[in-house]
């Protein structure tokens, strides 16, 4: 996923600069449209991202949902590998039943 996102993000970096030599000539449409990619593209890729660590977070942590789901969150990628560990490689008793 993450090489993925790299090549993806270079290759609109590339596209940016194209449409920033459009608008410099006065042609805005293009500019839109490629801003639109990007933002869309972004927000799928956050969602992809973070709705499992916001999931996991919520359903295991009962007590304070929201606080938990707001740290899963911003540092998704550090909360699913904190859970993993401790439900599959320790092993605690009873952690987070799911």
């Known amino acids: 996923m993450a090489l993925l ?18 608008y410099l000539n006065g042609d805005f449409s293009l500019l839109i449209q ?15 991202m973070a709705i ?3 999931l996991v977070s919520i359903n295991c942590n009962t007590k304070q949902p929201i606080r938990y789901g707001i740290l899963a969150f ?10 993993s560990i401790k439900k599959f490689i320790m ?8």
């Open 74 to 83: 911003v540092c998704s990628d550090i909360y699913l590998l904190q859970w």
């Open 52 to 54: 499992p660590a916001v």
């Open 91 to 98: 092993k605690y008793p009873d952690y987070c039943p799911l």
């Open 5 to 22: 996102s790299l090549t993806t993000i270079n290759l609109m970096r590339r596209r940016n600069y194209e449409s920033f030599k459009n």
């Open 34 to 48: 490629d801003n639109m990619y990007n933002i869309i593209y972004i927000t799928l890729l956050i969602l992809v």
